[in-house]
């Protein structure tokens, strides 16, 4: 596993330096430390502490407090299947099952790597993840993966494996989990403009009141000083 | 254009090419509001607010005028605004298109929200696990910082702003808002003591406002369009707009924007219905924490004041939707399943409570146990809500008890048939499909 090198150390400190006060920093700080070494290790939590100046235990209570942060190491795509009860009821459940057996792994561990794979991947539950209109739901890298189907996620998977290039349903081009937790940190990696505005479920009103014709009200015309008095009864 | 059951606005921009850029955002208008507010006084932005009746988004819906005008401007300390990106509230599901689709608009909101409260910097903590929104909200910042719109002396104000994007780790308990601020001074996130309120002393003990980001990207159409432009739509008491989030088995499950009061029968009219050959069974007005209700309360207006009158709460209008396939009982077990899994452990109602209540109710869904568990439950809950120390525990028991009181047959079903009388499969986005195929 790589060390903590001095580019890595000048970046936590820059991170630190964001903040009014130091230690803001830490959960990005955090993130930053599993981009280079796939999860917090002892190495990374005493190079925390050493920049804010705070005890390792302190890091430590942090750091095994937030989900995110990961204490054994995860697949190069770490996916995520919402199974909290909306996601779970529309067919998240089944999804789950699905992948567990498919991989032969239990929550949150490393599917093995077979001979040709390209690439590791990881599974996990995750709780409602704000996709809740594009159930079932799962996450890879922290990437939309909308309206998922056990056959679909079985594909994936295997693309992932075998090295080809997926793409999120609602996003960019995936990346590495590695390369996800330096984004997070604060360190943005040009995947901006990839992807949609928005997903089909989310202009499901919008197209409606395109269709229809309809708009907010329109703004009073005359832009007079502070006491003008618009249109009152204007919404009955 | 009065009658309009829909009324897009922040949602407006989210069909647009390259929405999330600056250009694209100007071009329709964007960043004048910023001009106008830095025409009026501090305080005229609030009163502003205050006229609109904007109340928060973030679920509680209090006044967020009224919050502002609490910071303490004697107070010599540096003021903050922190913006809820959190969205963790299960079915909740407007930020993340939001942010995604349109994160100037909250961008332009942060800098007037910050303006009027005096704040020279601000933070937006949006939970890690989006990515992509992140990404988009990152951009929109360093584009604002680029144009002058933040930095310093923006627009020839004299006005400076920072703004620092912030990436959460995981954890439902940091969308409340003290346990928010402990994250973002990079401790364990754990509720703190009220009072002192954040408005006196919040992030680094400091005057702090914390508001939702819808709260916050409502805030530029207010100041464009005039408080009584907002207030035109709503209800008395429940002025404006707000994205209604519809997932679940409903036809076209999405975001849908609208003013307040609007009902579910007419969102569901919108988005076709319940799925094809079945009945709403029940149903979430703002989130997992918010009561259940049923059929019976289709014309509910969704408002705060008629949600609360039905027993419930009008929450992050996040509307699940549950037709007659879905067993409540399992519905619930997994929501109270979450609520075990995130309670922080501070106090110990919440922390043993909801342990408790996982295990009455497993056994319930396996058929096992008694009909006296029930009443069990029932009092598990009273020794949680009102004895917690944050919001999180009430919102535990709000499924159990609400589902009680619509569905005790159904618990007790479980018990005559010896386990789940349900066909999940029944449930599942597929099988819809392969009986209208
Ligand atoms: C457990 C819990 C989770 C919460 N999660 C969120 C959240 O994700 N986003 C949010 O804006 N408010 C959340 N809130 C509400 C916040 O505490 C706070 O009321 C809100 O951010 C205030 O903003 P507003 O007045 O603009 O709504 C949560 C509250 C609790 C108790
Ligand atoms: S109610 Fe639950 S989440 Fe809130 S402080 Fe207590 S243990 Fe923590
Ligand atoms: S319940 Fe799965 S994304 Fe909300």
Known sequence: MSTLDDKTLAELREIAGRYPEKRSGLLPMLHLVQSVQGKVTPEAIEACAEVLDISAAEVSGVATFYTMYKRHGVGDFHVGVCTNTLCAVMGGDAIFARLKEHLDVGNDEVAEKREGDQHTVSLEHVECNAACDYAPVVMVNWEFMDNQTPDGAVEMVEALRTGQEVTSTRGPRLCTWREAERVLAGFPDGRVDEGPAAGPASLAGLEIAREKGWTAPSAPVAETPAVAAPEKGEAQ | ?437
């Open chain 2, 1 to 437: 254009m009065t009658d309009a059951t829909l009324t897009p606005v922040l949602t407006d921009m989210w069909d647009v090419d390259r929405s999330w850029t600056l250009p694209a955002y100007e071009a329709k208008g964007g960043y004048q509001a910023l001009d106008k507010a830095f025409g009026m006084s501090q305080d005229d932005v609030i009163n502003a607010v205050k006229d609109a009746g904007l109340r928060g988004r973030g679920g509680a819906g209090f006044p967020t005028g009224m919050k502002w005008s609490f910071i303490p401007q004697d107070n010599p300390r540096p003021k903050y605004l922190v913006v809820n990106a959190d969205e963790s509230e299960p079915g909740t599901c407007k930020d993340i298109p939001l942010m995604m689709g349109n994160p100037h608009v909250l961008v332009e909101g942060v800098i007037i929200s910050s303006y009027a409260i005096r704040a020279n910097k601000a933070f937006i903590y949006i939970r890690g696990e989006v990515l992509h929104v992140i990404r988009r909200v990152q951009a929109a910042v360093a584009e604002a910082y680029a144009a002058g719109h933040l930095g310093t002396n923006i627009h020839g104000s004299g006005y400076d702003l920072d703004v620092v994007v912030h990436a959460g780790a995981g954890a439902y308990i940091c969308g409340e808002e003290t346990a928010l601020l402990e994250g973002l001074e990079g401790r364990r996130g754990q509720p703190r003591l009220r009072p002192p309120f954040p408005a006196v002393a919040g992030l680094y003990a400091s005057p702090t406002v914390i508001n939702n980001v819808e709260s916050i990207a409502s805030v530029p159409s207010i100041v464009a369009n005039g408080a009584a432009w907002f207030a035109s739509m709503g209800t008395e008491k429940s002025k404006g707009y707000g994205i209604f989030s519809l997932s679940g088995h409903v036809k076209k499950p999405g975001q849908y924007e609208a003013p307040l009061g609007i009902t579910l029968r007419q969102l569901l009219d919108l988005a076709g219905g319940v799925r094809e050959g079945h009945d709403l069974k029940f149903w979430t007005p703002g989130g997992s924490s918010t009561p259940l209700l049923t059929a019976e309360h289709l014309d509910v207006p969704l408002d705060f004041e008629a949600v609360g009158a039905a027993g419930s709460m009008l929450g992050t209008r996040a509307l699940q939707i549950f037709d007659d396939t879905v067993c409540v009982v399992r519905a619930v077990l997994r929501w109270t399943e979450f609520y075990k899994h995130e309670s922080c452990g501070k106090c110990t109602p919440c922390r043993e409570g909801t342990w408790w209540l996982v295990q009455t109710l497993a056994r319930l869904e396996k058929g096992q146990g008694s009909e006296a568990d029930l009443d069990l439950l029932l009092d598990q809950c009273d020794n949680i809500l009102g004895r917690s120390f944050c919001a999180l525990g009430d919102g535990a028991t709000s499924p159990i008890s609400s589902s009680i009181q619509y569905f005790r047959d159904e618990y007790l079903a479980h018990l005559t048939h010896g386990g789940c009388p349900f066909d999940s499969a029944r449930s599942t986005a597929w099988a819809g499909q392969e009986v209208t195929a």
